[in-house]
């Protein structure tokens, strides 16, 4: 089966760093994605991952480990308006497979 | 480059009554993909296309859905006699086929059942 688990909720303060974890367990692996999503809004690519190792873009990193089946997205610097949800998808022979998402609330 | 574009943002309808989205992607794209998103869970693939042609399909599509992409621009989604668990964010997404690509994603159509 396909299965990729996300926290439900995680909480941070302004100026902070945020670390949210993806573990995944899918039939097929192309790469894994992060996106970020505004509530009512389409959610935005952030990053990708294929090879093991550490992605940095600005303010947000994400890591891959393909043995373990893990990721994790890293949020330096911390903003308000970072608060929204971040889904954790799996490309599985072109289609992506996405996790529940992490809802991140960042407080003043 | 304008994004993908979906019509309508909103739709309310009666339940068993049929329902068309529209989706226009961004424009050099040749994968077009509709996913389905409820409250509080990740979007869930429904299908995708490859230019005119329709890939795959997921096995949690029932028969009422349908969709089509005739000349490998547009896509659009149908819904044959809605029933109240058809109540979702409908997205569209669009990717080129080159290498590794992030899929783009439109705002969405939100479908509500009465």
């Known amino acids: 089966g396909q299965n990729i688990d996300q926290p439900t909720e995680m909480t941070a303060t302004e100026g902070a760093i945020v670390q949210i974890n993806c573990t995944y367990q899918?039939?097929?692996?192309?790469?894994l994605f992060w996106y970020q999503q505004h509530a009512g809004e389409a959610p935005t690519f952030l990053s990708y991952?294929?090879?093991?190792g550490l992605e940095e873009k600005g303010r947000f990193s994400s890591f891959l480990s393909r043995s373990k089946g893990y990721s994790y997205l890293l949020l330096k610097e911390l903003q308000m308006k970072d608060s929204a949800s971040y889904l954790c998808?799996?490309?599985?022979?072109?289609?992506?497979?996405f996790g529940t998402g992490t809802r991140l609330q960042v407080f003043p | 480059d304008t994004g993908v574009s979906q019509d309508p943002r909103h739709k309310i309808t009666k339940r068993g009554q049929n329902v068309t989205f529209r989706c226009d992607p961004i424009?050099?794209?040749?994968?077009l993909y509709w996913y389905r998103q409820t409250l509080g869970q990740g979007p869930e693939f429904l299908t995708y296309?490859?230019?005119?042609?329709?890939?795959?399909k997921s096995r949690l599509l029932s028969d009422r859905f349908s969709a089509e992409r005739p000349k490998g621009s547009f896509s659009t989604l149908e819904i044959q006699r809605t029933e109240q668990g058809d109540s979702a964010m409908y997205l569209c997404?669009?990717?080129?086929?080159?290498?590794?690509?992030?899929?783009?994603f439109g705002d969405g159509t939100r479908l509500s059942i009465l």
């Open positions: 296309f490859q230019n005119e042609a329709q890939l795959e």
């Open positions: 424009s050099e794209h040749n994968r």
């Open positions: 998808a799996v490309d599985n022979t072109d289609k992506l497979i």
């Open positions: 899918t039939s097929g692996f192309n790469g």
């Open positions: 997404a669009s990717s080129s086929d080159r290498g590794p690509q992030p899929q783009h």
């Open positions: 991952n294929v090879l093991d």
